[in-house]
Every structure is written in structure tokens, then in C-alpha cells.
């Protein structure tokens, strides 16, 4: 199917979902009803730590606010459940900053191999000024983000062994539709190929790539290392998701309203972060009874190779002055 096509698919598949689908937000009787729509599986950490928040916004507005949650994809993938938000037919998702960063071009810091020195500094970044920053950022885009989520470090699998940067070359490996996740495949020597994640396992299957890259719990619930028996653990990136919440849904909500969603946001994401280490243990004893290889990569090699990214970054003084900042944190 030509580019052309698949667009015209898209675009009818968004305007029937404005004609005939409910509005992201209403009210039914007394109560305000939020719709959440995201890709992930039920099983999730995310999609646990948002009927977490569900709870909270049901107990902090007595049961005058609710969220009506639809995982696995029911209204579309990152990029087209972000474009719904955006003419108020859904309400609020989960996204990658990775796929984020095409509606907030300072996201893609993040995209940045090697950026954060661990998961502590990782945490005060996001918590602090510069991740609320971050998370207002999108607002010229009619997108409002409300907290990050824990999506771990994220590292290569495979369907051979690879070891080094040059292990990568003239494979074809999935990324998301990231120029940084691209430019980071290439500078690897790969061959960075964009596939929705819900395509991903028939495209392993088939051949289409040769492997993809992502984090453990991701690995393990997608059943990619049915496929991939290969899992290279050199975390060279951690991107994490954003909740996000349209402004034409922000905007209807009454002050309460809106200090009753940050709030509980904010709570889940606390929530989540214990679940997102639990899922990362669990997967590591999954996939290694499943026969997986889980290789341990000389992280300074793979260092080497991505530092032209950081020099063509810094030709930004915008870009170079957040890389400072984000490093400048205790």
C-alpha cells in the first residue's frame, strides 16, 4: 500500500472516530467523565497505575470525576489517540516521549543515549522543574502532559547474538517514529526501520527486522522473545511515557477538577514506579526460562559511537543549554 493510501486510511479512520464516537470528556448526570485511550496490555504496570489514578480521581471528587480506560489499542495507536486529543474525541492517553517529541521538539533530549547517570538522577530530572517544563511544553499543540511514567532503559533484542556496535551492522531494527531513535540506530551502524509496536511481532516473525529495541517488561509482555532469543542489556536510552490529556478536555475542567486529575496523576506515577521494578525483575526470570540469552554489553563502546549525537545537539544552543541543565542535577 502506498504512503498516500495509508494516509487517506488514517485520516478516514480519525474522522469517523470525530463523528461517531462520544467526546473525550462529558457529563452524565452530576458525574464528569474522562475517556483514556492507550496501547498497552491490561497487564501492564501503566495501564495498573491508571486505574490506580482512576480510584484516586473517584475518592478525591467523592464520584463526581471518573476515567473510562481502553487499552490494547481500541482507539488507535500513540500518534493517532495524540491527533484525537487534539479535536477533543478522546480525552487523555499514555505516549512515549519518544513519539511525543514529534508535537514537543525539546522531548527529544531524552532520545539521547547515555543521558541520565542512573535511575536516581533519572527520577530528579522528571520530578523536578525541568520535567514539569517538560510536561507544558506541548501546549501550542493543544496537548497538556500530567506526569512520566517509568519506562525503565531501554536495550537491543535480536533474533542473533550481538555483543558490540558492529554486531548491529546491516540489521534492520525496529524503532519508534523517532528521528533520535533512528539517528541512534544509524550512529550504531544498524539499519533503523519505524514499525507501529502493534505490527512489531508479525514483522520479527516475518523478517521485516531483525530485532527491535525496548525494555524488559515491554520484551516479555509482547511475547517477542517467542521470536528474539537474544536480549543485549546496554540501556542506552530511557525514555520516559507521558501522560497527556488534550487541552479541549483540560480546558472544560473546573479548577477542582483539574487539581483532583494532577493530583492523582501524580499519585499513579508513584505507584507505578514499584510496579515497573517488580515487571522488570519478573520479566528477567521469564525470559530466561523462556531461553533467552541476556547478554551484558560493554557500555562504553556503545558510548563511543553515539557521541557525533551530542555535538550535533550542541549546535543548538537551546538543545545544549537543557543537556546542561538535565546533567546539572544532583
Known amino acids: ?6 494516509d ?28 483514556l485511550g492507550h496501547g498497552l496490555d491490561i497487564s501492564h504496570p501503566v495501564h495498573k497505575a491508571m486505574i490506580f489514578m482512576g480510584e484516586r480521581v473517584k475518592e478525591k471528587s467523592g464520584g463526581r470525576m471518573q ?25 487523555m492517553t499514555k505516549v512515549s516521549t519518544g513519539v511525543m517529541e514529534n508535537f514537543a521538539p525539546g522531548l527529544k533530549v531524552f532520545g539521547l543515549p547515555f543521558l541520565f547517570r542512573d ?19 506541548s501546549l501550542d499543540k493543544r496537548l497538556k502532559g500530567l506526569t512520566f511514567y517509568d519506562a525503565g532503559s531501554r536495550s537491543f533484542y535480536t533474533k542473533e547474538p550481538i555483543k558490540t556496535p558492529k554486531d548491529l551492522e546491516g540489521l534492520k531494527i525496529r524503532v519508534m517514529e523517532s528521528q533520535t531513535a533512528i539517528n541512534m540506530v544509524k550512529n550504531l551502524g544498524g539499519s533503523p526501520t519505524p514499525i507501529a509496536w502493534g505490527e512489531l511481532y508479525t514483522a520479527l516473525q516475518q523478517g521485516i527486522v531483525d530485532g527491535a529495541e525496548n525494555n524488559l517488561p515491554s520484551f516479555h509482555l509482547s511475547r517477542h522473545y517467542e521470536v528474539c532469543k537474544y536480549f543485549l542489556v546496554d540501556e542506552h536510552t530511557a525514555l520516559p511515557d507521558e501522560l497527556v490529556i488534550g487541552t479541549p478536555v483540560w480546558n472544560k475542567l473546573s479548577a477542582e477538577e483539574k487539581q483532583w486529575l494532577k493530583e492523582a496523576a501524580m ?13 522488570e525483575l519478573e520479566a528477567l526470570e521469564k525470559i530466561k526460562e523462556a531461553g533467552v540469552t541476556v547478554i551484558n554489553a560493554d557500555k562504553e563502546e556503545f558510548r563511543s559511537m553515539v557521541k557525533p549525537m551530542y555535538d550535533e545537539f550542541g549546535l543548538d544552543p537551546k538543545m545544549k543549554n537543557i543537556i546542561e541543565e538535565i546533567q546539572a542535577v544532583q
Open 8 to 35: 487517506i486510511l488514517k485520516r478516514t479512520f480519525l474522522m469517523l472516530l470525530f463523528i461517531f464516537a462520544t467526546l473525550g470528556c462529558e457529563r452524565y448526570s452530576d458525574t464528569r467523565v474522562i475517556k
Open 1 to 6: 500500500m502506498s504512503v498516500r493510501k495509508q
Open 67 to 91: 476515567i473510562d480506560i481502553y487499552p490494547n489499542q481500541q482507539l488507535g495507536s500513540e500518534r493517532e489517540c495524540l491527533e484525537l486529543l487534539q479535536i477533543g474525541s478522546l480525552g
Open 267 to 279: 499519585e499513579s506515577s508513584e505507584y507505578q514506579k514499584k510496579l515497573w521494578r517488580e515487571a
Open 119 to 137: 535511575r536516581e538522577h533519572r527520577f530528579n530530572v522528571l520530578e523536578g522543574e525541568i520535567g514539569e517544563m517538560f510536561l507544558n511544553s
